[in-house]
């Protein structure tokens, strides 16, 4: 014999916290292709996008597929590919490994791409900026065209 239980009208919902994503915004194909990907990559890549907290990360790379032999890794490959946030418990990706990321990695959607690219410009945008100082003041002042000071 089954119980129904019936909700009392002064209880308080559950919150519960969802993604929210529509399924026509999924491409199922990639799916496929970034399964068969290394793990430790698949990482790097969603890292790349945005910091995760380690249950939003696994539940990504789940949504993707995980081989068995890659179930219990992540912790082990966030140690090396990231940087642990004590405040939120959030992980970023190490700035060296930005340059090691493919903008047509087969995990990404359209969006997703757009948003990289913008990312991937606004870390290149400073050290650019930096070299260019740095070459200035090793030419000496003549090079950034101001005169020699008395």
């Given amino acids: 014999v089954r119980r129904v239980q019936q909700k009392s009208s002064h209880s308080v919902p559950e919150k519960k916290r969802m993604m929210c994503m529509r399924l026509a915004d999924i491409d199922w194909s990639s799916c496929a292709a970034v399964y068969g990907l290394p793990y430790r990559d698949r990482v790097i890549h969603l890292l790349a996008l945005r910091d ?13 597929g995980v081989r068995p032999k890659d179930k219990d ?15 939120d418990k959030s992980f970023s990706l190490k700035e060296h ?48 065209n101001t005169p020699p000071r008395p």
């Fill in 52 to 64: 995760y907290k380690e249950p939003e990360l696994l539940a990504r790379l789940q949504r993707d």
């Fill in 73 to 87: 890794s992540l912790g082990k490959i966030l140690q090396q590919v990231a940087n642990l946030n004590p405040k």
């Fill in 97 to 144: 490994l930005f340059q090691t990321i493919q903008i047509d990695w087969p995990g990404y959607s359209k969006r997703e791409r757009k948003s990289l690219k913008f990312i991937l410009s606004r870390k290149s945008a400073p050290s650019q900026n930096v070299t260019r100082t740095n070459q200035l003041t090793s030419l000496g002042p003549s090079a950034s």
